[in-house]
């Protein structure tokens, strides 16, 4: 059974203040690990797709990055903008994408 | 206008009332989820359908039935609403993309039941 661990489970930055946020995931046969942002109320939305161990994407101030047994997410400078909950999801050999619980970043102005 | 959208946006009903939530998705994908968000569980899928004639269980699926009318179009239905089923729904597209799929989520439906 994949499982997918996000930590921590909250996180609270003063602007401009760097920070990673973790997921630790177990799968069988990785298709891909998957970022997604969500504002309160609304649907996620898709950050990033990583596939192979080394693999590293940017968009604007975020940093996904995996290796065998997690990926992190790296804020760099975060502004408030920035401030949501970030869904970590992998894909196995089933197709069906495993959700961990996310992590809630609040960054303070 | 929104690749995928959910109607209604808000609802809230009585216990044993029968609900349908409605998905569309102008995105052109074969494949469609449906999930429930519930505060610190994160998001459990209650069911599939990787094309118009496939209808799959999630892991949460009790309670729950669901049509896909058209490839663009997934209804979940509660047959008989209960208090444990208010949460937030998210419909989901996503096509085959190499080794795995990418999802992309509706707006969310707030359900209520009383």
């Known amino acids: 059974e994949d499982q997918v661990t996000q930590s921590p489970e909250a996180l609270r930055l003063q602007e401009g203040e760097s920070s990673s946020l973790n997921c630790s995931y177990t799968?069988?046969?990785?298709?891909?690990l998957f970022w997604y942002r969500q504002d309160p109320g609304k649907g996620p939305e898709f950050l990033f797709t990583?596939?192979?161990a080394g693999e590293e994407k940017e968009k604007e101030r975020l940093k996904a990055t995996l290796t065998k047994k997690e990926s992190f997410l790296h804020i760099t400078a975060p502004k408030p903008e920035d401030s949501a909950t970030y869904l970590c999801?992998?894909?196995?050999?089933?197709?069906?994408?495993?959700f961990g619980r996310g992590t809630s970043l609040i960054v303070h102005p | 206008d929104a690749d995928v959208t959910q109607t209604p946006r808000n609802r809230i009903t009585k216990t044993g009332k029968r609900i349908m939530l409605e998905c569309s998705q102008t995105?052109?994908?074969?494949?469609m989820y449906w999930y429930r968000q519930d505060p610190g569980l994160g998001l459990r899928l209650i069911y599939y359908?990787?094309?118009?004639?496939?209808?799959n269980k999630g892991e949460i699926s009790d309670g729950y039935s669901v049509s896909r009318q058209a490839q663009a179009k997934f209804s979940l239905s509660l047959e008989s609403a209960i208090p444990n089923q208010t949460a937030l729904y998210f419909c989901?597209?996503?096509?085959?993309?190499?080794?795995?799929?990418?999802?992309?989520f509706g707006p969310g439906t707030r359900l209520t039941v009383l």
């Open positions: 989901a597209t996503s096509e085959p993309q190499g080794l795995t799929d990418t999802q992309y």
């Open positions: 799968v069988s046969g990785l298709r891909g």
């Open positions: 990583l596939y192979s």
């Open positions: 999801a992998v894909g196995g050999g089933s197709y069906i994408p495993t």
């Open positions: 995105k052109g994908h074969d494949r």
């Open positions: 359908s990787f094309d118009v004639k496939d209808i």
